[in-house]
């Protein structure tokens, strides 16, 4: 069939504004991928991101690769295989100040806290002493070293010589101390969480150690960790993270209907499944970057003078740019 001058014109144009279209859809969303463990607390996060497609609202589309390790997505993202991960600030600041180009966005200000017994006669640090205390995360975990410093100066107690630390995975931790195995237990937040919901009190959480150490407001322990090369060249995408991640948090902090949508994920119910949402609305931030930057900071030297070079390195100060400059600014 021969077409009309017409037809070709209007199939030309058709044509052309199809692929016009297709072009500024494909612009318009930048792909980030984004490397998590599997089973931690950032999936509930992602989950509810990822359901009510804040990525798409947020000129993003967000790929949830899953790993194993903490380990693994470190190595991943050095590697280019993902775009973004989430780690901690003093690892961040002690690559940096290695040279590499690593740079954070907080995430989570909620941190783990020593929890014994609701019936326990421990009722403060000092109590501690000559007690047996389970720690997850090792001898150079963030909330071990502040709260062992601050156990130190106010009460001149050294927790690792004066007590019979284990050291352990959170879960067997956990059991030891429902067991009566532990008469206190020093462990991540949502673990803490879930012992409290079961019959444990905190005795002091890391967040009230650096407070009295000088810390101004909640630090945020972890952050969405990326390179700033990555974030210079992509600057669209990087604030679309951003924001996709506060609209999450947003609708988690509001909504308890969201939370039971997210109970299988969670694999809590009831009661732990209260104290696990509450005390993440808790670590929600919420301070200007400049000030999360100098509290880091502050608490950078008091780590790094019990933690000594194990934990940070060479560097005495936190490396400038740790914190992502591109919110510097409300950006």
């Not at 589309?61 to 775009?83: K, M, R, S």
């Not at 326990?120 to 709260?147: F, H, Y």
């Not at 101390?177 to 890391?206: P, T």
Request: one cysteine or more.
């Amino acid at each position: 069939m021969t077409m009309s001058r017409r037809d070709v014109i209007r199939l030309a144009a058709t044509t052309a504004l199809t692929a016009a279209l297709s072009t500024g859809s494909a612009l318009a969303t930048a792909k980030v991928r984004i490397g998590v463990l599997k089973f931690g607390t950032v999936s509930w996060e992602l989950d509810t991101l990822k359901y009510h497609r804040f990525d798409a609202a947020s000129g993003i589309d967000l790929d949830v690769v899953y790993f194993a390790g903490e380990d693994a997505t470190n190595v991943a993202l050095q590697a280019g295989e993902v775009d973004v991960i989430v780690s901690d600030w003093l690892w961040v600041s002690r690559l940096r100040s290695e040279g590499a180009d690593l740079t954070l966005v907080p995430y989570s200000t909620a941190v783990g806290a020593i929890m014994v017994a609701q019936a326990s006669p421990i009722r403060t640090i000092a109590d501690l002493q000559e007690k047996k205390i389970g720690v997850a995360g090792g001898p150079l975990d963030k909330s071990w070293l502040l709260i062992q410093a601050l156990a130190r100066r106010d009460h001149g107690l050294d927790l690792p010589a004066a007590n019979e630390i284990v050291f352990g995975a959170p879960p067997l931790l956990s059991q030891k101390a429902m067991q009566g195995e532990l008469d206190a237990v020093l462990s991540f937040w949502h673990f803490c969480a879930r012992l409290e919901a079961n019959g444990f009190r905190r005795l002091i959480g890391a967040e009230d150690a650096a407070a009295a150490l000088g810390a101004g407001g909640p630090v945020a322990a972890l952050g969405y960790v990326f390179h700033d090369k990555w974030a210079d060249e992509n600057p669209d995408a990087a604030k679309g993270l951003v924001d996709a991640s506060m609209q999450a948090k947003n609708l988690l902090a509001r909504s308890d209907e969201e939370w039971l949508r997210l109970a299988p994920i969670v694999r809590a119910d009831g009661k732990e499944l209260e104290t696990l949402r509450d005390r993440y609305r808790e670590g929600i931030p919420a301070r200007p970057i400049a000030e999360e930057e100098a509290d880091a900071a502050n608490l950078f030297r008091v780590l790094a003078d019990i933690g000594s070079e194990k934990l940070v390195g060479n560097a005495p100060e936190m490396a400038p740019g740790t914190f992502w400059q591109g919110l510097a600014d409300g950006g």
